[in-house]
Nanobody, 125 residues
Framework: VQLQASGGGLVQAGGSLRLSCAAS????????MAWFRQNPGKDREFVAA????????YYADSVKGRFTISRDNAKNTVYLQMNRLKPEDTAVYYC???????????????????WGQGTQVTVSS
C-alpha cells in the first residue's frame, strides 16, 4: 500500500494550494480518506475527511469555509484545496486511509490504517 502526497510548497498568506494524495494497493472506493497536519513537538491534527462513498465530508473548525476535500475514485486520488491560507496553516500535511471507517472515529488519527509520507506547507505572513 502506498499513499503519495504532493502539492505542498511556500505561499503567501491569502494564497492557495492544492494537495493531492494518490493511493495504490488498496480498493480506493472502500476507504475513507483524510488529511491531517503536524508541526514539530505537537500532536497530529485533523484537517478534513471524505467518506468512502464520497457523499459526506468533515472539516476541522479552523479550516471550515477555506479548505475543500474531494476525491476521484477513478484516479484513486484525494485532494485538498486550500484557499485563504494563513500562517497558522503551516505544517506537514499527511493523507490517511481507513477502510469502511465509522463516522465517530473519522477525526481520530489513531484510527487510520495507512499514511502518506507528508508534504510541507509553509504560509508566510
Amino acid at each position: 500500500v502506498q499513499l503519495q502526497a504532493s502539492g505542498g510548497g511556500l505561499v503567501q498568506a491569502g494564497g492557495s494550494l492544492r494537495l493531492s494524495c494518490a493511493a495504490s494497493g488498496i480498493t480506493f472506493s472502500r476507504y475513507t480518506m483524510a488529511w491531517f497536519r503536524q508541526n514539530p513537538g505537537k500532536d497530529r491534527e485533523f484537517v478534513a475527511a471524505i467518506r468512502y462513498s464520497g457523499g459526506s465530508t468533515y472539516y476541522a473548525d479552523s479550516v471550515k469555509g477555506r479548505f475543500t476535500i474531494s476525491r476521484d475514485n477513478a484516479k484513486n486520488t484525494v485532494y485538498l484545496q486550500m484557499n485563504r491560507l494563513k500562517p497558522e496553516d503551516t505544517a506537514v500535511y499527511y493523507c490517511a486511509a481507513k477502510q469502511w471507517a465509522i463516522v465517530s472515529a473519522t477525526r481520530d488519527s489513531g484510527y487510520y490504517d495507512y499514511w502518506g509520507q507528508g508534504t510541507q506547507v509553509t504560509v508566510s505572513s
